[in-house]
C-alpha cells in the first residue's frame, strides 16, 4: 500500500509540473511553429501521466485497457513530435523537411497498432488485470521513440558547439529534459534498475522544471526572441551568418533573393564582393559600397564573440542604398538648378535693365536726328546692338534655368525665338521630329540664335520667318528677315561659327542677300547613319 501511494505521489509531482510548464507556455509563448510542437509534447506527457495514475485505480480489464490506450497515446505522440521541434527551433529542419513530415504519420501508426491489438495481439500478446506481456510491435515501437528521442538530443548537441552562450544554456536545459527521463526508463524497462516503484514520472516533474527554467530565464519560445526572427527574416537588408568553417548557417529572405536562392559560403560571397571592385578585407570589422547592375549595396561584417573573446561566427548584413544615392543626387541636383536661378535672376534684373535702357535711349536719339547725318547710323547700330544682347542675354539666362528646351530641335528654336522682343517671329515646322534628330539639336540652336543676333544687330529687319523641315535623310532649317540687306556678305566671326557648326555635322550654309530685300541663311544637315546613332546614344 505504501509503495502505491508514494508512486501515486511521484505521478501527481509530476502531473503538477507538466501542468505549470504547459500554463507557462500558453501565457508566455507564441503562436508559431517551434510553440505548437513544444504545446503538442507537453500535452502528450500530461496524457502519459494521467494515463498512470488511471492505471493505479483501474479495477477491471475495460478500465486498464483504456489508461494504457491514453498512455500509448500520448507515448506515440510526444517522440515524433519533440524531433519535430528540435530540428525546428534550431533551425535544423530546411534539410530534413521531408522526413520530418513523415513523424506524425509514425504516431498515427503506433496508436493505430495499439488500437487494433486484440485482433493481432502483435502489441500485446497478453493484457489483462493479471499481467501484461509485451509482443514484437511494442518492442519496434519503443525502438523508434528511441531513435526520435536520440536524434533529438544529438540535433541540440550538435548546436551547442555553433550557438551563443544563451543558445548553449537553452540546449543543455532541454537535452537534460529529455536524457534524464529516458536514461531512468530504459534502465527501469531493462530491470537493472529494481525499485519496486515507477519512477519515471518524479524525473518527468525534473523535465519539467528544466523546461521552466529555460522559459524563465532564457525566454526559450518567448515572443521577444520570436519577434525578433521574424523581424530579421523579412527585413530589407540581406542578413547572413557564417561558421568559422566558413559555411553559411543562416540567411533570411532578402540574402536568399541576392544570392539568387543558392547558397553560398564566405569565400564564395567575397570573390563575388571583390570582383565587383570593393576592397573588403577579412578583418574583424570592415565594409564596402559596390555598385551592380545600376543599385549600390552597403556591405557590413562584424564578429561575434563569446565571453572569452574568441570568434564564433561572422555576419554580414547588404543593404541596398540605392535610394539614398538617388536622393543625394535629386538634392544636388535642385542646389545647382537654385543657385543657376538666383544667377540667371541677378543678370536679369541688372545687365537686362541695362540693354533695355540703352536701347530706348538709342530709338529716342534716331528720332530727333536727321537719317542724313552720320550720328543716325551709330545711333541705329546702338539700338541694334542692345536688342541683339537683351536676346542673347535672354537665351543665356534659359541656358543657366532650364535645358530642358534641348530634349528636340524644334523646341530649341522656339526658345530662342521666345526670347526676342520688338520683333515679329514666325515658325513653320514641317515633317515630324523623332529621336534621329538629336545629334544636332545644340548646333541647331546655337546657329539659330546667331542668326537672330545678327538681324537685329545689322538688319534693321521687323519680321523673321523660320521653316523647320524634318525629312527623311536631312534637317533643313531656314531662317530669312525682311531687312535692307546687302550687296555683298563678308563672314565674320558669327557667320564663321554658323559655318563650323554645321560642316561639322557634315552639313551645308548658305548665306544670300539683296540690298533692300532682306538676308536668308539656309542650314542643310544630313542625318547620321543608324548604326553611328545607336552607338552616339549608347555612350
Not at 562584424?302 to 565571453?307: A, D, G, H, K, L
Not at 530685300?517 to 549608347?538: A, C, H, M, Q, R
Request: aromatic share 10%.
Amino acid at each position: 500500500m505504501i509503495p502505491r501511494m508514494f508512486e501515486m505521489i511521484l505521478l501527481l509531482i509530476g502531473l503538477g509540473g507538466m501542468t505549470g510548464t504547459t500554463a507557462w507556455v500558453l501565457r508566455k509563448g507564441n503562436n508559431n511553429c517551434q510553440t505548437r510542437l513544444f504545446m503538442t509534447c507537453q500535452i502528450s506527457m500530461l496524457l502519459w501521466l494521467v494515463s498512470q495514475l488511471l492505471i493505479l485505480f483501474s479495477e477491471s480489464s475495460r478500465q486498464l485497457s483504456i489508461s494504457y490506450l491514453i498512455g500509448n497515446l500520448g507515448i506515440s505522440v510526444f517522440a515524433p513530435t519533440w524531433l519535430m521541434f528540435s530540428a525546428e527551433f534550431f533551425r535544423q529542419g530546411t534539410g530534413t523537411r521531408g522526413v520530418m513530415n513523415l513523424m506524425p504519420a509514425v504516431s498515427a501508426a503506433a496508436f493505430l497498432v495499439c488500437l487494433t491489438n486484440p485482433w493481432h495481439k502483435l502489441y500485446y500478446t497478453r493484457f489483462g488485470m493479471g499481467g501484461i506481456t509485451y509482443g514484437r510491435l511494442f518492442y519496434f515501437f519503443q525502438a523508434v521513440y528511441y531513435v526520435c528521442l536520440i536524434t533529438a538530443i544529438t540535433l541540440m548537441s550538435l548546436k551547442i558547439t555553433r550557438g551563443s552562450r544563451r543558445i548553449n544554456k537553452q540546449a543543455i536545459l532541454l537535452i537534460l529534459s529529455t536524457a534524464v527521463p529516458l536514461g531512468i526508463n530504459t534502465l527501469t524497462l531493462t530491470g537493472i534498475l529494481k525499485v519496486g516503484i515507477e519512477l519515471t514520472p518524479l524525473f518527468f516533474s525534473f523535465s519539467s522544471i528544466m523546461v521552466l527554467i529555460a522559459f524563465s530565464r532564457y525566454g526559450l519560445l518567448n515572443i521577444n526572441s520570436i519577434a525578433i526572427a521574424d523581424a530579421v527574416g523579412h527585413i530589407a537588408s540581406g542578413v547572413m551568418v557564417f561558421a568559422n568553417d566558413g559555411e553559411m548557417t543562416y540567411c533570411n529572405n532578402s540574402a536568399r533573393q541576392l544570392l539568387d536562392g543558392e547558397k553560398s559560403t564566405y569565400d564564395q560571397l567575397l570573390e563575388r564582393i571583390r570582383s565587383m571592385g570593393a576592397v573588403f578585407p577579412a578583418n574583424d570589422t570592415s565594409s564596402a559600397i559596390v555598385k551592380s547592375e545600376g543599385r549600390h549595396y552597403d556591405i557590413n561584417q562584424n564578429f561575434v564573440r563569446n565571453s572569452h573573446g574568441v570568434p564564433m561566427a561572422r555576419v554580414v548584413i547588404i543593404s541596398d542604398i540605392t535610394e539614398y544615392y538617388e536622393l543625394a543626387e535629386t538634392e544636388r541636383r535642385l542646389s545647382l538648378e537654385q543657385e543657376r536661378n538666383r544667377i540667371a535672376q541677378e543678370i536679369h534684373d541688372s545687365a537686362g535693365h541695362t540693354f533695355t535702357m540703352i536701347s530706348s535711349l538709342a530709338r529716342l536719339l534716331s528720332v530727333n536726328t536727321p537719317e542724313d547725318s552720320p550720328m543716325h547710323g551709330y545711333i541705329t547700330e546702338i539700338d541694334g546692338l542692345s536688342r541683339s544682347g537683351v536676346t542673347q542675354l535672354r537665351c543665356s539666362i534659359n541656358n543657366l534655368r532650364d535645358d530642358t528646351f534641348m530634349t528636340s530641335v524644334e523646341q530649341a528654336v522656339r526658345t530662342v525665338a521666345g526670347a526676342v522682343r520688338g520683333m515679329d517671329i514666325d515658325i513653320c515646322v514641317q515633317g515630324s521630329e523623332d529621336k534621329r534628330f538629336a545629334f544636332c539639336i545644340r548646333q541647331v540652336y546655337d546657329n539659330t540664335r546667331e542668326t537672330i543676333t545678327n538681324a537685329m544687330r545689322y538688319s534693321g529687319a521687323s519680321r523673321i520667318d523660320i521653316i523647320l523641315k524634318f525629312l527623311s535623310d536631312r534637317l533643313e532649317l531656314y531662317i530669312f528677315d525682311n531687312g535692307k540687306g546687302c550687296s555683298q556678305i563678308g563672314e565674320n566671326n558669327g557667320l564663321r561659327g554658323i559655318r563650323e557648326r554645321t560642316e561639322s555635322l557634315g552639313g551645308t550654309v548658305r548665306f544670300s542677300s539683296v540690298e533692300g530685300e532682306g538676308f536668308s541663311t539656309i542650314i542643310k544637315i544630313p542625318l547620321k547613319k543608324e548604326d553611328t546613332y545607336d552607338k552616339s546614344v549608347n555612350s
